[in-house]
C-alpha cells in the first residue's frame, strides 16, 4: 500500500515538474503616456510662463516645483508595476511640458533616476510653451531618429455656421494660438521617434491634439485634421518597411469614438476587425466599460490614448506584440474629498498635486525562446 502511495507521489511530482518546464515565459515591456499637467519650472521664460512663476497667480515657487517633480516621479516609475513584471515604463510620452530642462530635472528624481532615462525633446511652436516629449529607457530603447512633425491647422477650418455657445468652461490650460496675419492656429507638433526596443524596431509618435476651446463641435475639425496626419504619417512609414510596428499615442482631447479618432486614425474596437495596415484602440473598449483618464463635469472619458499597429496585434510572440492595456489611477493620486471627488488628484493653490489625467499604459510581450 505505502509502494502504491509512493509511486502516486512520484507520478504527481514529475506532471507538476512537466507542466513548469513547458510553460512559456515572456519579456514584458511597459508603454506609459501621461499629461503631466502644466509642468513648468520657476524661470521666466520666452514663452507665457507668467502665471508659473514665482511673482505669479499660481505663487508658483521652487518648493512647489520639487514637490510636483516628486510627485510625478513617484507615479512615472509605479505604472505598469506588479503584472508580470516588476520594471518602470521603458517608454514615457508625455504631453503639458514647457520645455527640455524641467524634463531633465524629472530624470534626475531618485525614482527615475535608477532607470537612466534619456529625453527626445523639440520645443513647439504653441504659444503657451507646452510641448510633447518621450523618455526611454537607455539599456532597453536606442532612437535612431526623432523628428517634430508639424500640425498645420488654420481658423478657417472652422465651419462658420456651426452653432455652438463659446462654453468658458471648455476654455482649456492648453489654449491654441491663432496668428493674427496667416489665421494659422499654433499648437503641438506630433513627435515621431524610430528606434531598436532590445533589438526590435520600433515607431513612436506623440501627441497633444488642439484644446476644445471654443466648443467641442466648433474645434473638432482641428482634431480631426491631427487625426488625418497621424494616417499619413503611418502610410509614410508602411511605405519604408510593410511590417513596421508602429505606437501612437497622446492626450487627443477626444474621445475614442469621436471622428478624428475612428475616421481621421481609423482606429478599431476590435481587434478581429483590424486589417492590415490597420489601428488597433484598446482604450475604445474600455471606456465603453466605464473606465476614464478624465472628468468633466461629472462624466468620464478617455483622452489619453495609446494605439497599435496591426503589426503589433498578431497572435504569435515570437517578437514584440501588443499583451494589454490599463489606467494607473491609484488610491494615492484620485481626489478623496469635495466637490471632485473621485477625480484625479491635481494642483491646488494650497497642494501640490499629480495632474488632471490619469496615465495610460499598454504592455509589450515577447516569448523566451
Known amino acids: 500500500m505505502k509502494i502504491k502511495r509512493l509511486i502516486a507521489v512520484f507520478i504527481v511530482f514529475f506532471a507538476i ?12 515591456h511597459t508603454v506609459a503616456f501621461y499629461n503631466l499637467e ?40 509605479q505604472i505598469g508595476k506588479g503584472e508580470k513584471q516588476d520594471k518602470s515604463p521603458v517608454l514615457i510620452g508625455g ?24 529625453v527626445v525633446h523639440f520645443d513647439s511652436p504653441d504659444k503657451r510653451g507646452i510641448d510633447v516629449a518621450l523618455l526611454y529607457q537607455k ?4 532612437p535612431t531618429s526623432f523628428k517634430n512633425i508639424p500640425l498645420l491647422i488654420y481658423k478657417n477650418q472652422i465651419n462658420s455656421s456651426a452653432k455652438e455657445k463659446n462654453d468658458k468652461d471648455d ?24 528606434g531598436f526596443l532590445d533589438g526590435e524596431e520600433i515607431n513612436v509618435m506623440v501627441n497633444h491634439w488642439p484644446s476644445r476651446s471654443g466648443g467641442e463641435k466648433k474645434s473638432s475639425p482641428f482634431r480631426e485634421a491631427a487625426g488625418r496626419l497621424n494616417r499619413r504619417i503611418m502610410d509614410s512609414i508602411y511605405k519604408i518597411n510593410p511590417n513596421a510596428k508602429i505606437i501612437t499615442m497622446g492626450d487627443l482631447n477626444d474621445g475614442t469614438y469621436n471622428k478624428s479618432v475612428k475616421e481621421g486614425i481609423g482606429a478599431m474596437r476590435k ?27 461629472d462624466a468620464g472619458d478617455i483622452f489619453d490614448q495609446i494605439m497599435v499597429s496591426e503589426t ?13 492595456a490599463g489606467i494607473y489611477n491609484k488610491p494615492f493620486m484620485i481626489q478623496t474629498t469635495g466637490q471632485y471627488k473621485g477625480y484625479p488628484l491635481r494642483h491646488s493653490m494650497n497642494d501640490v498635486g499629480y495632474s488632471d489625467h490619469f496615465p495610460s499604459y499598454i504592455y509589450l510581450a515577447k516569448e523566451i525562446k
Do not use: C
Open 38 to 77: 502644466n509642468l513648468f519650472d520657476t524661470i521666466n521664460g520666452p514663452n507665457n510662463d507668467e502665471e508659473w512663476l514665482p511673482t505669479g497667480v499660481q505663487n508658483w515657487t521652487s518648493k512647489k516645483y520639487h514637490q510636483k517633480l516628486h510627485n510625478l516621479a513617484v507615479v512615472l516609475s
Open 139 to 142: 539599456k532597453h530603447f536606442k
Open 95 to 118: 504631453a503639458e511640458i514647457e520645455n527640455r530642462g524641467v524634463l531633465e530635472d524629472l530624470v534626475k528624481e531618485p525614482e527615475m533616476l535608477v532607470n537612466d532615462y534619456g
Open 271 to 297: 481587434r478581429e476587425e483590424v486589417k492590415p495596415f490597420g489601428v488597433y484602440n484598446p482604450f475604445e473598449e474600455m471606456f465603453y466599460k466605464g473606465n476614464a483618464t478624465l472628468f468633466y463635469r
Open 17 to 28: 515538474l512537466g507542466a513548469k518546464a513547458q510553460e512559456k515565459k515572456y519579456i514584458v
Open 312 to 324: 503589433l496585434i498578431q497572435k504569435d510572440f515570437s517578437s514584440f506584440r501588443y499583451w494589454k
Open 171 to 194: 476654455a482649456a490650460d492648453d489654449k491654441s494660438e491663432v496668428d493674427k496675419n496667416l489665421d494659422r492656429v499654433y499648437t503641438r507638433d506630433i513627435l515621431l521617434v524610430t
